[in-house]
């Protein structure tokens, strides 16, 4: 095999793909900062809209979303110095990179073709985050991830179907378990596979 005029092994060969696997798994368990910044803004918005409505006269306790919007931009500036950093971004990164950002296209149609009724829009969002969580668990072989995405699904089912107070609660308890609880694993792994 050649590369850049050189000749390699088969066992050079062998360590540049060992390398380059290694390197794509430690750069999407980076991910763990999204998983962890979204799930405990997500939570603290979720939790909030519902004190808001359970406990106040306040109609419009999905104000407390519009806390998403700077977050947007928060994550985007991380992965964005984070993608500057990064000498070589493999396969498995960019299909992990357009998932997320199918999840986003498709989130910003949600709430174009939803209109002004956000009533129950928590069980679609948690429908539609459950995919790409649960292709993310996939590409890291991660399966607390594989099971956060299906959890999500789960509590848009009990969200759709529960009453008032089970819907309100579906989100803060999706999030914790497709997100935060994943995310802390995944942080926990990338610090442990780094010793």
């Known amino acids: 095999m050649e ?3 050189k000749i390699t092994t088969g066992q050079e060969s062998l360590k ?3 390398d380059m696997i290694y390197k794509t798994k430690t750069n999407i368990a980076q991910s763990s900062f999204h998983l962890l910044f979204w799930g405990w803004l997500i939570l603290a918005c979720s939790i909030s809209e519902y004190l808001l409505y359970r406990f106040t006269d306040f109609n419009n306790g999905w104000y407390v979303w519009l806390l998403t919007i700077p977050g947007a931009f928060v994550s985007m500036f991380y992965g964005f110095v984070k993608g500057k ?4 971004h493999t396969y498995a990164e960019m299909v992990y990179m357009w998932t997320w950002l199918g999840f986003v296209l498709a989130m910003v149609s949600l709430f174009i073709v939803q209109g002004k ?3 129950h829009i ?4 948690l429908v539609l985050v459950g995919l790409p969580t649960f292709i993310s668990g996939i590409i890291l072989k991660f399966k607390p991830l594989i099971f956060g995405g299906i959890a999500f699904w789960i509590f848009a089912v009990i969200a759709s179907y529960g009453n008032p107070d089970v819907s309100g609660i579906s989100m803060p308890v ?8 994943p995310g802390y694993m995944l942080k926990g792994k990338n610090s442990h596979d780094a010793v």
């Open 174 to 181: 999706a999030i914790i378990a497709g997100y935060l609880i």
């Open 122 to 125: 928590g069980k679609y969002i």
């Open 3 to 5: 590369n850049d005029g």
């Open 117 to 119: 009724d956000f009533s």
């Open 85 to 88: 950093k990064a000498t070589v």
């Open 16 to 18: 540049i793909i060992t």
